[in-house]
Structures are given as structure tokens and as C-alpha cells.
């Protein structure tokens, strides 16, 4: 077989291998949506829960069958939280694997490079502080603004400290994310006692306010981000060589780098302020799914969105059900397994 051959024929594998897996995945993640809201202090079963949904989308398909308590448990209090899940493990997942792109880091991750931080930090400030002058978008606008301020921060940090290289940028990351947190701190000190306590519960990170009305904003910045990123498949793929590499591709890789990571704060900003802080999540799911497909991120991407959206259902249905019926703050469950892991990456691959 001659050489062009071969690679048509891997080309080809490797595509019937990304719909295998692709399809794996989506209905792993179906499965998964279905657990989520059928298991809790009040159990649901699946039957109900499908049948509920299926009645609300198309009103009369579905004989009712089931109390009204059941119906408000499943539509109103555990769908849009599993979905909400799947939005930020999706967004955070995505985020994870681009920054490890173009810093090319393998512990790059919103959460060190301190994007989380400077999101909760702007809103702790529009909570606590300033007020919803401007309804429901005044919380995920300041922890975007707060979550690029913190990026522009680290760059010019690292710059600053001659920290350019890939592998000093995460420890720039950590210093700021350390500098911000006590920032936000200091807000919660300054803020109402009583609407501090409900704050700082929240920064633990958790899905349990997730309402249909808040579901509009994680989803449009999920599709619009993620369209950038998708289209930019070949110019993370150059990153992840070398800045020279990429600029003899003709990337601009200054300018890119920057867009990425502000990309990436508008993602991680908004999912910040509908869910407080969930870590490690963009540093362990692009690793296992590269171990999966390799590391192209036209498969990267796609892979990490529902990878991310399945490991954070999963990590939700734990923390409501491990102590039941009190909720664990799933950022617990999530630091947890996430420093087990970076201990791991560690080991695997030393910075």
C-alpha cells in the first residue's frame, strides 16, 4: 500500500473512530441526564421522569399518572440542574484543553491559572455589593469582566516577572488566583453578614439554584464560544508545538493566545456566576480524553464537551446523594477527585 494510501486509510479510522466514540458518549450522556433526575431523596422512576419531560414539551402525549410533587421535583427542581451541570462540565472541559493548548502545559486549567477566581471576585462584587442594577445578566457580566481582569492580570504578571515560558505561566496563575481570592474575601468581610454567609456557601460550588430562566445565558455563550474554538481546531493543534511552529503557519500567536484566554474567561466567568467555583474539571478531562482519541483537538474538543457535561452530572448525583438529603457543595466533590488526579498528572508527567 503506498504511503498516501495509508494515511487516506487512517484518516478514515480515525474518523469512524471519533463517531463511534462521539455516539458512546452522547448516549452515555443521556443515561446519564436520566439518573440524575430520577435519583435524590425522592426517587423518581425513569418511566416518570420521560414521561413528565415529554408532557411538558408536547402537552396531552402523556396521560398523567404522577403527582404534582413528582412532576415539580422532576421539571422544575432536577432537569434544569442536571442540564445546568452539563453546561459548565462542558464549558469548563473546553476551556481546560485550549488553555493547555496555547500555553502548552499539561496543568493549565481555569481554575490555577486564577480565570475562576477573578470570576467569582466580580460576583461576590455584584452580589454583595453593587446590586442587580441590571437584572439577572448584572452576575455572569461582572464575573466575565472579573474573570478577564484576572487573565490580563496573569499575562502581565508573567510578564512582568519574565514568567513567559509555558511552564512558569500556571505558577503566575496560582499567585494571582491567591492575590484575587483574598480580594473577594475582603468583599464578603465588608459585605452584609447574613448575605455573606449565603456567598460563601455558594463558592464551595453548587448546581441546587438552577432555574429554567437562567439556563438562556450558560447555553448562548456555550454555543458562540464553542463555535470559535471549533473553528480554531488547526491553530490549537500548532500551538500545542511551539510558538515558532505556529507563526510559520502564519498565526498571529500573540493575538491568539490573548483571544483564547479571553474566550475562555467570558466561558468560565458566566459559568462561575451560575455555579460558583467547580476546580480541576478543565485539567482532568481533556488528559483522559486524549487517552481516548489522541491528541487532535478537532477530536479533543467535541470529546471534552461531553466528557465534561457526563463527569459533572455524575460528580452532582454524588454530592446529592452521598449525605442525603443534605446537598455536599459539589466543588468538594470536584477538588477532591481533582487533586488525587493532579497528583497523578504529576507523577505522569513532571513540570
Not at 462521539?22 to 420521560?50: E, I, Y
Not at 414539551?57 to 442540564?83: C, F, H, K, N, Q
Request: aromatic residues 8%; contains cysteine; charged residues 10%.
Amino acid at each position: 500500500m503506498e504511503p498516501a494510501d495509508r494515511q487516506i486509510t487512517a484518516r478514515a479510522t480515525q474518523a469512524v473512530k471519533l463517531r463511534v466514540t462521539l455516539g458512546a458518549a452522547l448516549a452515555a450522556l443521556f443515561v446519564s441526564v436520566s439518573v440524575a433526575v430520577s435519583v435524590g431523596a425522592v426517587s423518581v422512576p425513569l418511566h416518570t421522569v420521560w414521561g413528565i419531560i415529554a408532557n411538558k414539551m408536547i402537552p396531552g402525549l402523556v396521560t398523567p399518572d404522577w403527582s404534582a410533587g413528582r412532576e415539580a421535583i422532576v421539571w422544575d427542581i432536577r432537569l434544569p440542574r442536571a442540564i445546568l451541570a452539563c453546561f459548565v462540565g462542558a464549558g469548563l472541559a473546553v476551556v481546560g484543553a485550549s488553555l493547555q493548548a496555547v500555553t502548552r502545559n499539561p496543568l493549565a486549567d481555569p481554575h490555577l491559572l486564577g480565570i475562576s477566581s477573578g470570576g467569582a471576585f466580580g460576583a461576590i462584587l455584584a452580589l454583595l455589593h453593587t446590586g442587580l442594577f441590571l437584572g439577572l445578566l448584572t452576575v455572569p457580566l461582572f464575573a466575565f469582566l472579573g474573570a478577564l481582569g484576572a487573565t490580563l492580570i496573569v499575562l502581565g504578571v508573567s510578564q512582568f516577572a519574565g514568567a513567559t515560558s509555558a511552564d512558569r505561566l500556571v505558577l503566575a496563575g496560582v499567585a494571582v488566583s491567591f492575590i484575587v481570592m483574598s480580594a473577594a474575601n475582603v468583599l464578603i468581610f465588608l459585605g452584609d453578614p447574613r448575605a455573606a454567609h449565603t456567598v460563601v456557601f455558594w463558592m464551595l460550588g453548587g448546581l441546587g439554584l438552577a432555574q429554567w430562566s437562567h439556563l438562556a445565558y450558560p447555553l448562548i455563550i456555550l454555543i458562540v464560544c464553542g463555535a470559535y474554538f471549533a473553528v480554531n481546531t488547526r491553530n490549537l493543534n500548532a500551538m500545542t508545538i511551539g510558538d515558532e511552529t505556529a507563526a510559520t503557519l502564519g498565526i498571529a500567536v500573540g493575538r491568539f493566545r490573548l483571544t483564547v484566554f479571553a474566550v475562555g474567561a467570558l466561558i468560565t466567568g458566566v459559568m462561575v456566576a451560575f455555579s460558583g467555583i467547580i476546580g480541576f474539571v478543565g485539567l482532568m478531562i481533556p488528559h483522559i480524553v486524549r487517552l481516548i482519541v489522541g491528541g487532535d483537538y478537532a477530536r479533543v474538543l467535541p470529546v471534552s464537551f461531553l466528557v465534561g457535561a457526563i463527569f459533572l452530572v455524575w460528580a452532582d448525583i454524588f454530592a446529592r446523594t452521598v449525605m442525603a438529603p443534605d446537598d455536599i457543595p459539589i466543588g468538594i466533590v470536584t477538588g477532591l477527585i481533582g487533586g488525587v488526579f493532579f497528583i497523578w498528572l504529576l507523577r505522569r508527567k513532571p513540570v
